[in-house]
């Protein structure tokens, strides 16, 4: 089944992220306002192609995807080609900068059906780990696609960047956080 898509965590990711976007006019002032690190129409296009990579993601109005079309062959093998279905290509830009600073996570499934994202630190309390991974599976399990049968979520697995996985129940795991 694809599976894509972007959610605000309660608590954020707990890392501070640069934000590119691709915006001109009043939407520029509004992503600026936003708190985007880097704005720009043509002239950051050209940037990027040179090299200039210091931003974790990208963020476009429908309007500039065809300035950010040709940076396809830079942003894409490194996952930050803006998109619609996950939120990165929108004319709300400073509804969009603010969520992703605010620690919006992007995800989808790869061949395998495996969704691996990050979900916090390990300088997160133990409840804000929780109400992040309770938020992330209870989202999968409500935008869960039509033509999935049997049980969803088999297992979850939670580690750190080098760390050993540990497994959670997945029933506890997915307990409604309202």
């Known amino acids: 089944q694809q599976l894509r898509g972007a959610i605000g965590l309660p608590h954020g990711t707990g890392k501070e992220i640069r934000l590119a976007v691709f915006a001109k006019g009043e939407k520029e002032v509004e992503a600026r306002d936003a708190g ?16 200039r990579m210091d931003f974790d993601m990208v963020l476009a109005t429908p309007d500039m995807m065809r300035v950010v079309g040709g940076l396809g062959r830079i942003l894409g093998p490194r996952g930050m080609m803006p998109n619609p279905k996950t939120g990165t290509v929108t004319m709300d830009i400073g509804e969009a900068v603010k969520e992703y600073k605010a620690g919006k996570v992007g995800f989808r499934a ?10 916090g630190v390990v300088s997160f309390e133990s409840g804000q780990l929780k109400d992040n991974i309770q938020a992330f599976l209870n989202y999968l399990i409500k935008n869960r696609p039509a033509g999935a049968k049997g049980q969803y979520i088999k297992k979850v697995i939670l580690s750190s960047t080098m760390g050993p996985g540990i497994r959670l129940d997945v029933k506890d795991a997915t307990v409604a956080t309202q």
Request: aromatic share 0%; no cysteine; charged share 30%.
């Open 36 to 51: 985007a690190d880097i704005i720009g129409t043509e002239e950051l296009a050209e940037e990027i192609k040179n090299g």
């Open 110 to 119: 790869d061949s395998g059906g495996l969704i691996m994202t990050k979900v």
